[in-house]
């Protein structure tokens, strides 16, 4: 892709500006967006490697990012994401639940979710793989309970082989900046639809770029109910819990 890394370093000032309390905006969102990008710490010495340094489920995290793909990039909605889980321990116990993220880039919120307890299938592209299972392995190995699985997952592509619906029964979905300005977004939307099973509960954050999103969402809630959980104009971010909105078995299909 011409320009990919231009446009992330871009994208990543961006963002960093966003996380400022606008004039116009609302202190709750201010305070959130702050403590959300406290989590972030830098690196105290310098080292032959580069890495993001985060604090999530009372420990550290060291983050590795490749420049070559928009996928091998950590953006905010994944600490959003991350955020709300481990300060929302109670509500959502992840503790022994089956989780799948799609889309994990550089892994945080697989590190995240299995440091929490559950049982992690953690899923994206053969390019993105060797990195994200680099990360994976380097912040989880010897601190879970359950190891994370990575294994390669193309939306809308022998999703079924993969991951059959009558044995592969997931009871969270995790995805964060997904949807983004890509011809995959039917696709992606087919995965979601697979697999979603009727008690399935999706976490979804994603930050709002441009009309194609908003599309999206609005595809989206064909088929799934959607609850906002936070708001956070000052980054451009939402985070959503969604739900199917009919069985599987009954459910009428939606044009995508």
């Given at each position: 892709m011409e320009n990919t890394e231009t446009d992330m370093e871009s994208e990543k000032k961006e963002t960093k500006?966003?996380?400022?309390?606008?004039?116009?905006?609302?202190?709750?969102?201010?305070?959130?967006?702050?403590a959300i990008m406290e989590r972030r710490f830098v690196p105290s010495l310098i080292t032959t490697e580069t890495w993001e340094g985060f604090t999530f489920a009372g420990l550290d995290i060291r983050i590795k990012e490749s420049n070559d793909y928009y996928g091998a990039v950590l953006w905010p909605s994944a600490i959003?994401?991350?955020?709300?889980?481990?300060?929302?321990?109670?509500?959502?116990?992840?503790?022994?639940?089956?989780?799948?993220?799609?889309?994990?880039?550089?892994?945080?919120?697989t590190i995240v979710t299995s440091l929490l307890g559950a049982m992690v299938t953690s899923t994206d592209l053969p390019d993105i793989?060797?990195?994200?299972?680099?990360n994976v392995n380097r912040n989880?190995?010897?601190?879970?309970?359950?190891?994370?699985?990575?294994?390669?997952?193309?939306?809308?592509?022998?999703?079924?082989?993969?991951?059959?619906?009558?044995?592969d029964?997931?009871?969270?979905?995790?995805?964060?900046?997904?949807v983004y300005s890509h011809p995959y977004l039917t696709e992606l939307m087919e995965t979601f639809d697979h697999l979603c099973q009727d008690n399935t509960v999706i976490l979804w954050a994603m930050r709002y770029r441009m009309d194609r999103e908003n599309r999206?969402?609005?595809?989206?809630?064909?088929?799934?109910h959607l609850e906002e959980l936070y708001d956070l104009p000052s980054m451009m971010i939402k985070l959503f819990r969604a739900t199917r909105r009919f069985p599987y078995s009954?459910?009428?299909r939606h044009p995508t």
């Open positions: 500006n966003d996380t400022l309390p606008q004039t116009n905006g609302v202190a709750e969102d201010a305070e959130l967006a702050k959003v994401l991350c955020h709300f889980l481990d300060c929302h321990r109670e509500t959502y116990n992840l503790r022994d639940k089956k989780v799948i993220e799609i889309g994990a880039g550089t892994g945080l919120v793989l060797g990195n994200l299972r680099y989880t190995r010897g601190r879970c309970q359950h190891p994370p699985q990575v294994t390669e997952l193309t939306w809308g592509s022998n999703v079924e082989e993969t991951f059959p619906r009558a044995s029964c997931f009871d969270y979905i995790m995805a964060a900046d997904v999206f969402v609005e595809r989206f809630q064909k088929l799934f009954q459910q009428h």
